[in-house]
T-cell receptor, first 117, second 116 residues
Framework: GAGVSQSPRYKVAKRGQDVALRCDPI?????LFWYQQALGQGPEFLTY????????KSGLPSDRFFAERPEGSVSTLKIQRTQQEDSAVYLC???????????????FGDGTRLSIL | AQKITQTQPGMFVQEKEAVTLDCTYD???????LFWYKQPSSGEMIFLIY??????QNATEGRYSLNFQKARKSANLVISASQLGDSAMYFC?????????????FGTGTRLTIIP
């Protein structure tokens, strides 16, 4: 497809379970981002990849959160031992920018709505 | 201090009128970029317009324009001739710095409702 694709669209898990969220960026986009959006709030940065390198993971809220992009394309955000406060929409974005103060916009997927029971 | 402030939680505007959505920002970095995104109820984030800190002219994209006042650190979005399809959440976001820092910081958003 032409846009950023995220799966699953919805995910319900019991507290304590592990979950994995997938992001397929726009073909050729070097930069990939994960954001967390709580209900009624703006997205908050989690982590950033340039190709396969994770250049910034300062937004990951705890060591239960882990992201990877092993071949510089598809990325997976994994949350271990989920807690109720992890319930949110997780947005993935990609950009043709390669750092250096790029003016390239980030293009977002439709997000994964995660609910922890 | 909040890096991005959007002071209007909600706005109601008559169809075909122009609307201004406010955004102020806080950064000490001389190089930054400002973005506006639209988020309809379906959830996707749609890029609207971009303004760089060194851009001399205000950005325009179709019915969208950005009223960039650098000294006041404001970057208000202006939508001309509003349409029913403009009803959505609107987010202002900032990218700071030049080297390697691509992440966006978002405001809390403004919910715009267009009244027929």
């Amino acid at each position: 497809g032409a846009g950023v694709s995220q799966s699953p669209r919805y995910k319900v898990a019991k507290r304590g379970q592990d979950v994995a969220l997938r992001c397929d960026p726009i073909s050729g986009h070097v930069s990939l981002f994960w954001y967390q959006q709580a209900l009624g709030q703006g997205p908050e940065f989690l982590t950033y990849f340039q190709n396969e390198a994770q250049l910034d993971k300062s937004g990951l809220p705890s060591d239960r959160f882990f992201a990877e992009r092993p071949e510089g394309s598809v990325s997976t955000l994994k949350i271990q031992r989920t807690q109720q406060e992890d319930s949110a929409v997780y947005l993935c974005a990609s950009s043709a920018g390669t750092g250096g103060g790029s003016n390239q916009p980030q293009h977002f997927g439709d997000g994964t709505r995660l609910s922890i029971l | 201090a909040q890096k991005i402030t959007q002071t209007q939680p909600g706005m109601f505007v008559q169809e075909k009128e122009a609307v201004t959505l406010d955004c102020t920002y806080d950064t000490s970095d001389p190089s930054y970029g400002l973005f506006w995104y639209k988020q309809p109820s379906s959830g996707e984030m749609i890029f609207l317009i971009y303004q760089g800190s060194y851009d001399q002219q205000n950005a325009t994209e179709g019915r969208y324009s950005l009223n960039f006042q650098k000294a006041r650190k404001s970057a208000n979005l202006v939508i001309s001739a509003s349409q029913l399809g403009d009803s959505a959440m609107y987010f202002c976001a900032m990218r700071e710095g030049n080297f390697g820092n691509e992440k966006l910081t978002f405001g809390t958003g403004t919910r715009l409702t267009i009244i027929p």
